[in-house]
């Protein structure tokens, strides 16, 4: 069985090494004429991180990363809210990761490259057609247009995904939350412990989240600011690489005089800062049909805030190795991987856009405004209680069954 995989990102790749891995034939396709380490910091969760560990990329990981100690929560004065312990800290078996995207991709490119041979760079999906037994694929490489034949076509092409708007012709927008994020990378001294992802302020006001994400750096800091500009509604596109301007952030934080982090030094001291609107789809009633499904973005963009894009796309890839090598028939296969990832991964989606932790964080600013010295006069342990649950939902799963359940390796 020959899959073809569209899209060299986190879930293209990470399905490269799951196929490989199950011992079944993979080519991937990029539309990027050279993929290079593109993008700022994202955390990988445990589940994520057990996946990668059993592909063979735990010690790659460890060498990059900085193993996430806390999500810690503050008000816009850096008060600390809530402070919850990640990964091995919160009882999983496998650490929760904050690594450079540009990074992880490249060791992910590496490993694909060694077992599995080269990804076809500047190959571009453009069309496909299907009957029962294989799918015609266009492709365009330079001026040339290729139509090749596959048993499986996987769209991994990220939150612009081509192979969902074959999918899905009549149109399924981008819907904009009218909260713009600014992102990028600075040096600077170490923030709290050095491995704490630390969220200041609140969505709907203003938010400055900032982690470390090298193991080889401890300098460099990952920072995202996030702004509300207008209602949500239909956006046109969503570029991870599109500029940003300091000028168009700086004005939002000038005035946070914060004790863990200068924060107007980070962002004047930041070389390329880059901007993305806070973007989702709705989720779909199918991702596929026959021998073609999506995976990672492509199948479920959602707002980039309980550190789920990457980690749920590398889910999505082993789910999908694990049922194509399971299953005779592929079009099966694929509506089992489906039956298995559609609905948690479309929870989710509607999970983020509710911002689920903004009410409590609203109710710190209406009862502190000035900021406070003890957590424990502003909110009630109930209230405290339910902003960690809302916080959990969106970015945890189950410690014990994630601990116990047997591997997805086949
Ligand atoms: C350049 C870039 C920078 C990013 N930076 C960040 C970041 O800083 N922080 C963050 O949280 N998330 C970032 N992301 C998104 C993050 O990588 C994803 O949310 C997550 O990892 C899920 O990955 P994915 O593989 O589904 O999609 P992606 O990582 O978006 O990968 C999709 C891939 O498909 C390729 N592609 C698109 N269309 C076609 C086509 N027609 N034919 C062939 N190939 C195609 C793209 O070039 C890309 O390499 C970035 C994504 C990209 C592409």
Redesign the pocket.
């Known amino acids: 069985m020959r899959t073809m995989v569209?899209?060299?990102?986190?879930?293209?790749l990470t399905t490269a090494l799951s196929l490989h891995a199950a011992g079944l034939e993979c080519v991937v396709?990029?539309?990027?004429s050279t993929l290079r380490p593109?993008?700022?910091?994202?955390n990988l969760q445990p589940h994520a991180v057990r996946e990668l560990t059993e592909l063979g990329l735990g010690g790659v990981l460890a060498g990059l990363a900085v193993e996430t100690s806390f999500m810690t929560f503050a008000d816009r004065h850096g008060n600390i809210i809530l402070a919850l312990p990640r990964g091995r800290g919160a009882g999983y078996r496998w650490p929760q990761y904050s690594i450079h995207?540009g990074e992880l991709q490249m060791a992910l490119l590496a490993a694909v490259e060694e077992r599995a041979g080269p990804v076809r760079t500047g190959?571009?999906?453009e069309g496909f057609a299907q009957d029962g037994d294989s799918v015609l694929v266009t492709l365009r490489q330079g001026g040339r247009v290729l139509r090749e034949r596959v048993d499986v076509l996987v769209g991994?092409?990220?939150?612009?995904s081509?192979v969902r708007a074959r999918l899905w012709p009549t149109g399924d927008p981008l819907l904009w939350s009218g909260i713009r994020m600014w992102?990028g990378l600075a040096l600077a001294d170490q923030v709290l412990d050095g491995a704490t992802v630390l969220l200041g302020g609140s969505n709907l006001a203003g938010k400055f989240v900032t982690y470390h994400i090298s193991a080889n750096n401890p300098r460099l800091l990952n920072w995202v600011a996030e702004v509300k500009e207008t209602e949500p509604g239909p956006v046109r596109e969503a570029d991870?690489?599109r500029a940003g301007r300091l000028s168009d952030v700086l004005p939002h934080f000038e005035s946070w005089k914060y004790p863990h982090v200068d924060i107007p030094a980070v962002l004047a001291g930041t070389r390329r800062i880059l901007e993305y609107p806070m973007a989702d789809r709705d989720p779909l009633p199918r991702w596929g049909e026959g021998r073609v499904t999506l995976?990672?973005?492509?199948a479920h963009p959602m707002y980039?805030i309980g550190s789920n894009?990457?980690s749920q796309?590398v889910l999505d890839a082993r789910v999908l190795a694990r049922c194509l090598a399971t299953h005779t028939d592929p079009a099966a296969a694929l509506s089992a991987y489906e039956a298995e990832r559609r609905p948690p991964t479309s929870a989710l989606v509607l999970a983020h856009r509710a911002l689920p932790i903004e009410e409590t964080i609203r109710l710190v600013t209406e009862r502190a405004p000035e900021g406070f010295t003890d957590i424990g006069e502003v909110l009630t342990a109930a209230e405290l209680a339910a902003m960690a649950d809302a916080q959990r939902r969106i970015s945890d799963a189950d410690v014990r069954a994630l601990n116990e359940r047997e591997s997805w390796s086949v």
């Open positions: 569209v899209g060299g990102g986190i879930g293209g396709v990029e539309a990027a593109l993008g700022v910091g994202i995207r190959v571009r999906f991994a092409d990220g939150v612009q081509s992102r991870w690489s995976l990672g973005d492509a980039p894009g990457g796309a």
